[in-house]
């Protein structure tokens, strides 16, 4: 919409005039007002007001400060459902095998990994700018994201609690996590990220294409699936008192 003369419905909180003030306009110039872009909803400033037909008619000013778009529940839970139903089904059993080692057997990933996350990303990278014959900046820059939201996400959310121990033994000091796990733990990020996502400010089309991005991620990680992901994991887990369960 920008800063054009586009004509909305406005509305402000106990807006609307009054039935014997209609000569009079319900928002004046230079007004903060709520202004609905379809599904969208954000802050702007009244430029002008014309009355057209007995009609009051408001253009408004470009958005003020930090647009803050409410898209309806509704349709980013369609997003995130289209994203988990394109998730590889070889993908799906991967978890579910992953999620059988760690809390029903006891068994943990032997780390460091390798490949690591970052060395996936990485080959994930050369075989991008390859495919397209030159280094894809929106890739790179995603890859970049990812590798940040998984350092950050590990200890929050992507360990069991059978995990929680071993990570603090392997991840010291500035170690990243991105240098110490692998495919393993980068999937369940993958997981997660629609949950991530749904919080960040942007737009239905650009959040789309991003998820198409990440798509294409997955599915290279299914084609080099036996080579990046444990076909079974090794050890028990640790007890608080250091003795391996079984």
């Known amino acids: 919409m920008g800063g054009s003369s586009n004509t909305n419905t406005n509305t402000r909180s106990g807006g609307g005039k009054d039935k014997h003030d209609e000569t009079s306009p319900s928002f004046k110039e230079g007004e903060r007002v ?48 289209l994203f988990m139903s394109h998730f590889p089904s070889t993908l799906k059993k991967q978890l579910v095998d992953d999620w059988e080692f760690v809390t029903q057997l006891g068994k943990l990933v032997k780390l460091p990994r390798s490949p690591t996350v970052d060395d996936i990303l990485k080959k994930y990278l050369e075989h991008r700018t390859k495919k397209d014959n030159k280094i894809n900046d929106s890739y790179a820059e995603i890859l970049k994201g990812l590798r940040c939201y998984f350092d950050k996400a590990l ?43 749904a919080s960040v400010n942007m737009e239905e089309d650009a959040l789309n294409k991003l998820q198409q991005k990440l798509l294409d991620i997955l599915k290279f990680l299914q084609k080099n699936q036996s080579s990046f992901f444990l076909s079974a994991y090794d050890g028990g887990s640790k007890g608080t008192d250091g003795i391996k369960t079984k």
Request: charged content about 35%; proline content about 5%.
């Open 155 to 197: 200890p929050a959310m992507l360990l069991y609690k059978k995990e929680r121990q071993q990570s603090t033994e392997e991840v010291k000091g500035d170690v990243s996590p991105s240098i110490i796990y692998g495919a393993e733990h980068l999937l369940r990020l993958f997981v997660k990220l629609p949950e991530l996502l």
């Open 34 to 81: 709520l202004a609905y872009h379809g599904p969208l909803l954000y802050e702007a400033k009244v430029q002008k007001s014309e009355n057209k037909e007995d009609e009051w008619r408001y253009h408004q000013m470009q958005k003020l400060i930090k647009r803050t778009p409410r898209l309806l529940e509704k349709e980013r839970k369609s997003s995130e459902s």
